[in-house]
Structure formats: structure tokens, C-alpha cells
């Protein structure tokens, strides 16, 4: 297997999910560190909004791979673009996070 080819398999993508964003990995230095990660963007939102200098927030993340870091803070931000080189990252996290499914969702997946 090629390495671009590794984020095409669902086992592999699984397994990586499951290792970093599981309820059994929140404990572990990758699930802290991804604790931090959504505390900090909920931060940077709730000063834009105290901020008043700005009538809309958006989030961009290049390589959002399933979507994790969006399901925690989509209610934070107006809008949020995820750009994903991956067709199975794409495919998975509108599996798993059926919300951004929704014709009217705040989050839109490329």
C-alpha cells in the first residue's frame, strides 16, 4: 500500500480514529492534547463574539480527516469549511457525524 493510499482504507481510518478520540483515549496525551485543541478554538470564538468588531465567525481546517475537531465547536462558529484530500475522510465523517449531513448545517466538507 502506498502511503497516499492508507487514508482510503476504513480499517486503517477506524483504527486511527478509535486511538486518538475514543471515550477510552481521553486520558491518553493525544486525547488531552484534543481537549486543549477544543477549548482553545471555543476560546478564540467566545472573544470574537465579545470582541463585537466582527458580525460572523468562521473556522477553515486543511486535513480535518473525520470531522472531530468540527462535532465539538460547529455550535461556536457560523460557519465552518473543511478541506479534506481524502474521499474516504470525507465519506467517514459524514458517517459518523450525520449533523453535517444536513442541507442546513453550518459545516461544509470539500
Known sequence: MVDNEVWEDPNIVHAWRNSIYSEEKKDTPHGVLFTKEIKF??????EVKKSKNYA???LVEVGFGTGELFSK???NFD?????ELSQSMIDLALEIHPKFN???TNVKLL
Request: aromatic fraction near 4%; charged fraction near 30%; proline fraction near 0%.
Open 41 to 46: 478554538f471555543q476560546d478564540i470564538s467566545d
Open 56 to 58: 460572523r465567525s468562521a
Open 79 to 83: 460557519v465552518l469549511l473543511g478541506v
Open 102 to 104: 444536513d442541507i442546513n
Open 73 to 75: 465547536v460547529d455550535k
